[in-house]
């Protein structure tokens, strides 16, 4: 979304080009252009939902980059699960800007650590130095995007995994079934399974884990709708 503006320029002098964008930030959409999204709030609220039933104290720290909407609504929601969880759990949040300087982010993710935060989610274009923090301080860290336990498999507790190439292979097969996708935004989330918890980790507990699931089965039925506003 952030190459929004270059993206409607470079539309607007070709307009027999298709264009595809990643969380458009408008809600018209030229014809040819189309926006794929999703539903991180979904998955924060079941990473909530886990973390709060995780900690043994009572805090929990968010680490994102600018403070705009789409990230407000991940951390909303990832309070959301987190009191689910735990009706007592305080929360302390960051924003440090788009960066991929490891010292800022470790230090940023350090600061949530030394004022009582358990565990921290992050979700951050660079998170290696976030993740960095968490081994130093030997606490829990959560992620989203690609299953980030391959990089710290002791210390990510979980990732809010993001199956991209599900939702942009369902839009392409839409494409070439000759559907006009132009003008249209196409939202994926925990019910189209592009949105989930990553299954590598075992520091979850099992019991934890099964809870979850019950939350998550609850979306995917419509049961239950993610509060990500204020």
Avoid at 64 to 84: H, R, T, V, W
Avoid at 126 to 144: R, S, V
């Amino acid at each position: 979304y952030l190459g929004w503006n270059a993206l409607e320029k470079v539309a607007k002098t070709a307009p027999d080009k298709l264009f595809g964008i990643t969380d458009a930030p408008v809600s018209e959409l030229p014809e040819n252009i189309f926006s794929i999204s999703y539903k991180y709030y979904e998955g924060a609220y079941l990473a909530g939902y886990v973390a709060g039933k995780t900690i043994s104290g009572n805090k929990l720290g968010i680490l994102c980059e600018q403070e705009d909407e789409l990230n407000k609504s991940i951390a909303y929601a990832f309070m959301a699960g987190a009191i689910k969880a735990d009706g007592n759990i305080s929360f302390e949040e960051k924003y440090i800007g788009i960066t991929y300087d490891n010292n800022i982010s470790r230090n940023a993710a350090a600061e949530l650590y030394g004022s009582g935060c358990e565990i921290v989610f992050q979700n951050l274009v660079n998170p290696t130095g976030a993740i960095n923090a968490a081994e130093t301080e030997d606490k829990f860290i959560i992620g989203l995007g690609l299953d980030q336990s391959v990089k710290s498999a002791s210390h990510v507790l979980t990732t809010v995994v993001v199956n991209y190439d599900i939702a942009l292979s369902t839009v392409i097969r839409k494409y070439m079934d000759k559907e006009n996708i132009g003008g249209k935004t196409f939202e994926f989330g925990v019910s189209d399974y592009v949105i989930s918890l990553s299954k590598t980790t075992t520091n979850i507990d099992k019991d934890v884990m099964k809870e979850a699931n019950k939350e998550k089965e609850a979306i995917i039925s419509g049961e239950f709708k993610v509060p990500h506003t204020a």
